[in-house]
Nanobody
Framework: QVQLVESGGGLVQAGGSLRLSCAVSGRIFSNHFLGWFRQAPGKEREFVALIHWGSGTTNYADTVKERFTISRDDAKNTVYLQMNSLKPEDTAVYYC??????????????????WGQGTQVTVSS
């Protein structure tokens, strides 16, 4: 079992920044991927970014490349999502997910086994 707790969401003006945190606990291994996803009202949950727990390899959705950065702090067992140059279309509930796999890079939400409760990000124009 893996437990995930997100924090750091809020209201920000367009062009501003936020840093989301995902505190990870439980049975986490080097072949886990930790991913950030987001879901706007009436839309599917979409991939934002992921990081491989063991190697630190990252992957981003095209819509957030050059603006968002995912990172991890092993000592704190925490994954971060630094979001810069925020746009109104970034408004969503942001979720942290965990998936153990050696076969694929999981960019589909259905591939994830564990989720946090989500944190709301609202970007005003």
């Amino acid at each position: 079992q893996v437990q995930l707790v997100e924090s750091g969401g809020g209201l920000v003006q367009a062009g501003g920044s936020l840093r989301l945190s995902c505190a990870v606990s439980g049975r986490i291994f080097s072949n886990h991927f930790l991913g950030w996803f987001r879901q706007a009202p009436g839309k599917e949950r979409e991939f934002v970014a992921l990081i491989h727990w063991g190697s630190g390899t990252t992957n981003y959705a095209d819509t957030v490349k050059e603006r968002f950065t995912i990172s991890r702090d092993d000592a704190k067992n925490t994954v971060y999502l630094q979001m810069n140059s925020l746009k109104p279309e970034d408004t969503a509930v942001y979720y942290c997910g965990a998936r153990y796999t050696v076969a694929v890079i999981p960019t589909d939400s259905h591939q994830y086994d564990f989720w946090g409760q989500g944190t709301q990000v609202t970007v005003s124009s």
